[in-house]
């Protein structure tokens, strides 16, 4: 086997050839069918590629890189073969299928010692006798700390029970609210003090600051919860009240209206559009960084995409050219700013960027990336570019505003780029303009 495998090609006389071929047969006792003494032969269980090196490398007693190239390069020569009836020699096709990982579930014990698990049911695997409950988990956005969909009752004990994050319909049930629960931890911005609550929840016109009448009731509170939901024993938690409003952890503020799955993000966070652009964007990388085809081999670099109609593959197109939009902009930004040494103003930054993508180039190739007619001349082209760069700047701000791109943050979130206002230190330590400064701004 290990000296089939050293071939420089794969190549047969003949189909009979083929089929007495060691690797042929390997491939079709391994990837193609199981044989059983008591059953009829079945098709066998899909393997990754790695597996089937992994396995190929321990029947032939060879080196990893050997068994992966060999295999890769069978496998293609082979779809070049057909039989005496002109079907294909192995009955099986390679494909991948890929699914999102759902949510995760956890219990509600200490770290290190709760269940995870991604496999949603009610109680733990093997405690359902003890009453040990799982809880779904989402995460912040921004942080990463956890929180768990709950619903509080007070009919008879206090309890918290696991929901959907989204299902918020109480049936008249006065006793009955949802919230969520998060582990208490050193270190987190809110540790239960009025001054750790946003802003905009205090009420500093009074000679006492209190927390505005219509925020009283989603105040985060401290509890201890046992696995079995039940509450004054167990873990120490904090229960925040209705929806979810500011991150415990990290304080990041969030409006009340909309979805709460909005703001936290399940272990799938994307959507079905987002997760296909990332996997295609990968997969052409790949193919366009793989070394070169062997001579006489077909070339193997293709991505062929399928849909059940014409408005699927439309938003699925759509998405992609706007995420490759974004890409392309947000680099050309980062690049702009490697420039220029890490600083850039305002009024430099279209031109700085418009450079960066390399549109200050004139050759045709270049300015046929944007230019309609790639031949303009003089003050036309100087017009057309004039034109473009007040379009980058304006993308360029719009993108760097907090906006509905939940799963793609701007560069100011991610920490990729820092913004600062030009002359507001000096402003804030001249204590002129505050001499005579209301009761409000006298606090502060």
């Known amino acids: 086997m290990k000296d089939t495998l050293q071939r420089q090609s794969f190549d047969w006389p003949d189909f009979e050839a083929f089929a007495n ?15 059983s003494d008591r059953e009829a032969p079945r098709r066998a ?22 068994a992966r190239e060999g295999l890769q390069q069978f496998l293609l020569a082979a779809d070049e073969v057909k039989t005496s009836q002109g079907h294909p020699p192995f009955a099986f096709k390679l494909h991948q299928f890929i699914s999102g990982p759902g ?19 009610r109680f733990a695997p093997g405690r359902q006798s003890e009453g040990v409950l799982l809880y779904p988990a989402h995460f912040c956005r921004d942080c990463g700390q956890e929180y768990h969909p709950v619903w509080h009752s007070e009919q008879g004990r206090s309890e918290y029970a696991p929901r959907e994050i989204d299902d918020i319909t109480v049936d008249d049930n006065d006793d009955v609210h949802f919230g969520f629960l ?30 505005k009448r219509n925020y009283r009731k989603a105040v985060p509170y401290e509890s201890r919860v046992d696995p079995q939901g039940t509450e004054g024993r167990g873990e120490n938690y904090w ?53 070169a085809i062997p001579d006489g081999l077909p070339d193997p670099r293709k991505l062929l995409g399928f849909s059940d109609n014409r408005q699927d593959a439309a938003l699925q197109a759509g998405h992609f050219n706007d995420f490759i939009f974004l890409l392309t902009l947000r680099s050309a930004l980062i690049g702009a700013l490697q420039d220029n040494h890490g600083l850039l103003t305002e009024e430099h930054l279209a031109d700085a960027v418009f450079n960066a ?3 200050d180039q004139v050759d045709e190739a270049t300015l046929a990336e944007y230019l309609r007619t790639p031949k ?4 036309a082209r100087q017009n057309a570019q004039r034109t473009l760069r007040f379009i980058i700047g304006y993308r360029l701000l719009r993108d760097l505003r907090r906006g509905w791109r939940f799963n793609n943050p701007n560069l100011d979130q991610l920490n ?12 804030c330590t001249d204590e002129t303009p505050f001499e005579h400064a209301g009761m409000v701004l006298g606090k502060l």
């Open 21 to 35: 071929d060691p690797m042929a047969i390997w491939v079709e006792l391994n990837l193609g069918i199981e044989l």
């Open 416 to 427: 990729l780029l820092a913004i600062r206002y030009r002359g507001l230190d000096e402003f």
């Open 376 to 379: 303009l001349m003089g003050l």
């Open 357 to 359: 993508l390399g549109f």
């Open 103 to 121: 949510k995760v579930h956890a219990t509600l014990e200490p770290s290190g010692q709760r269940y995870i698990t991604l496999d949603a049911q």
């Open 239 to 291: 229960f925040i009240p209705g929806k979810f409003r500011f991150c415990l952890n990290c304080g990041q503020l969030h409006e009340a209206h909309g979805k709460d799955i909005h703001r936290l993000s399940s272990l799938s966070g994307e959507g079905r559009s987002s997760a296909t652009t990332i996997l295609t964007l990968s997969a052409l990388r790949q193919l366009f960084t793989q070394a």
């Open 45 to 66: 269980k899909p393997l990754m590629l790695s597996e089937a090196t992994q396995r190929l490398m321990h029947d032939a007693q060879c080196s990893k890189q050997l």
């Open 182 to 211: 998060c582990p208490r931890r050193e270190g987190q911005a809110y540790q239960g003090q009025l001054e750790d609550l946003p802003e905009t929840w205090i009420d500093l016109g009074r000679a006492e600051p209190k927390v």
